[in-house]
Structures are given as structure tokens and as C-alpha cells.
Nanobody, 116 residues
């Protein structure tokens, strides 16, 4: 599966963005999906994940209540709605598909910059 994330941009603190991750291939619905981010000078970290059916979601503690992950298997797309953005949310955001050995497939990132 090939992935492409988009929707990043510059937003003021307190603002919102919705990231999208488009997947190619007919097996998208078989994969759990995740969003990760990497801030300058920091390691990549998990942000949010969603099971193949969309029935279960999970989040890193700092984004709980602010970010929502969802998916539309008919459109081969997973989303990350980000509200109440903070400067510390500034990072390159990546989507990934979970295979048998963890997150195996990665898309190119999209930059989110939150100004203070």
C-alpha cells in the first residue's frame, strides 16, 4: 500500500487543521492506520491510531480530547482532525499502515506549523 499525507499548513495557536492520508491499493481496509509526528530535533512519536474497521481509536496523551482520527474505507482515506492546536504540535506529520510487523508502510509527511 502506498500512502500520501496532505493538509498541513500554518495555523495560529487555538486553530484547527484536518490532515488526510490517501492510500492506493484495494487492501486499504485490511490495515490498521496510524498518525505519527516528528518535531525538529526530536524523535518521531505516535499520535493516534485506528483499527481497520474504525471501531477503535487510540491517542497519545497530549492530544486526547483535541485530535480525532477517522477513516473512510470506501475512499481509501484516513483523517486526523486537529483542534485547539498548540505551538508544541508543530511537526511533520506522517501516516502509516500497520502490517504484521508493526507500522510497515509510510507516506511522505506533511508539515504542520502552529504559531504562538
Amino acid at each position: 500500500v502506498q500512502l500520501q499525507a496532505f493538509g498541513g499548513g500554518l495555523v495560529p495557536a487555538g486553530g484547527s487543521l484536518r490532515l488526510s492520508c490517501a492510500a492506493s491499493g484495494r487492501t486499504f481496509s485490511r490495515y490498521g492506520m496510524g498518525w505519527f509526528r516528528q518535531a525538529p530535533g526530536k524523535e518521531r512519536e505516535f499520535v493516534a491510531g485506528i483499527t481497520w474497521s474504525g471501531s477503535t481509536t487510540y491517542y497519545e496523551d497530549s492530544v486526547k480530547g483535541r485530535f480525532t482520527v477517522s477513516r473512510d474505507n470506501a475512499k481509501n482515506t484516513v483523517y486526523l482532525q486537529m483542534n485547539s492546536l498548540r505551538p508544541e504540535d508543530t511537526a511533520v506529520y506522517y501516516c502509516a499502515a500497520e502490517g504484521s510487523r508493526g507500522y510497515e508502510y509510510w507516506g511522505q509527511g506533511t508539515l504542520v506549523t502552529v504559531s504562538s
